[in-house]
């Protein structure tokens, strides 16, 4: 019976030794009497007891390590607390095994060196510009060493980039000094296009005006034009009528009476004015004739 339960013991230590079951996205390094033999691809796995054992166990996954929080001087001598995160994974069981003594230690001294340098080379205002350079820069030089590491860096994200409390008050003054500037240039722009707007207006009504009183004079001139015309036509047309009346017989005669009658009245309104003083003409004999001439028109006319 003690002998049965001896050969039980002995089996299932043999199996626990020998069968390994190795989960998706993992490898398992192992080591033959102390030497690298292989690595472990998931699924089962026989390995022979007491000779191989599984020395190293790795996640084949996206591994994100948090880089702790540092202290980095900028170009222009400023501090400036930094941190990040960098994401990386195992590509080489075998080298992540033996190429250090702690890869994930190793990846995050060399980030945060980096850090240091690249920061280092910026001044404060491009640092906070610049964040995907600085990620770019970080990873490029990470990648390069960790290769013999077993392992690839993705890529890093800088958390937070912390200025002194000193250097933050003075850049949000800054920012509030950069917006009063913006908004009194913004208002005197506006003023400006608001007298452009003025000026351009009133020039227009000047011109609306001018054309207005210029089509005014013109529309004047033409009915004074024509007025005129009208005048001179209708004119025209009596002197034509006297003309063919005086052509008449009879019509000279009537054309003196005429002249007789206004040359009377014209005498009598001026010596009817007794402020007026009256100065006959020295030929009277002309009148006389003429009103001579008129009285005897006057007979014919009555004996008509």
């Not at 009879?250 to 009658?261: H, I, R, S």
């Not at 001026?270 to 028109?297: G, Q």
């Amino acid at each position: 019976m003690e002998v049965a339960v001896i050969l039980f013991i002995i089996a299932v230590v043999f199996v626990t030794q020998s069968v390994k079951v190795v989960p998706q996205q993992h490898a398992w390094v192992v080591e033959r009497l102390g030497k690298y033999n292989g690595t472990l691809t998931p699924g089962l796995n026989l390995l022979m007891p007491f000779i191989d054992r599984v020395a190293y166990k790795h996640v084949l996954k996206e591994i994100p390590l948090d880089i702790p929080s540092q202290v980095c001087i900028t170009r222009d001598n400023t501090q400036l607390q930094v941190d990040g995160i960098l994401y990386f994974q195992v590509t080489d069981p075998m080298r992540a095994s033996y190429g250090a003594s702690n890869y994930i230690a190793a990846i995050s001294q060399l980030a945060q060196t980096t850090l240091r340098s690249v920061i280092g080379k910026l001044e404060l205002d491009k640092t906070f510009e610049e964040r995907e350079i600085i990620n770019a820069q970080i990873v490029q030089a990470i990648d390069e060493a960790a290769t013999n590491w077993g392992v690839k860096v993705l890529r890093y994200e800088i958390k937070d980039l912390t200025p002194p409390k000193e250097i933050l008050h003075a850049m949000q003054q800054q920012i509030t000094a950069e917006r009063e500037k913006r908004a009194l240039i913004a208002a005197s722009e506006g003023r400006r296009q608001e007298n452009i707007n003025i000026a351009a207006g009133e020039r227009e009504a000047f011109i609306a005006r001018s054309e207005g009183e210029k089509q005014a004079e013109i529309n004047r001139a033409q009915g004074e034009a024509q007025a005129t015309l009208a005048v001179a036509e209708a004119n025209a047309r009596a002197i034509e009528r006297i003309a063919a009346a005086i052509r008449q017989p009879g019509g000279e005669q009537a054309v003196q009476l005429k002249v007789a009658e206004k040359s009377i009245e014209a005498y009598s309104r001026v010596a009817a004015d007794a402020t007026t003083t009256l100065i006959v003409p020295s030929n009277m004999t002309e009148l006389s004739a003429l009103l001579t001439s008129a009285m005897k028109m006057t007979q014919v006319n009555k004996g008509a």
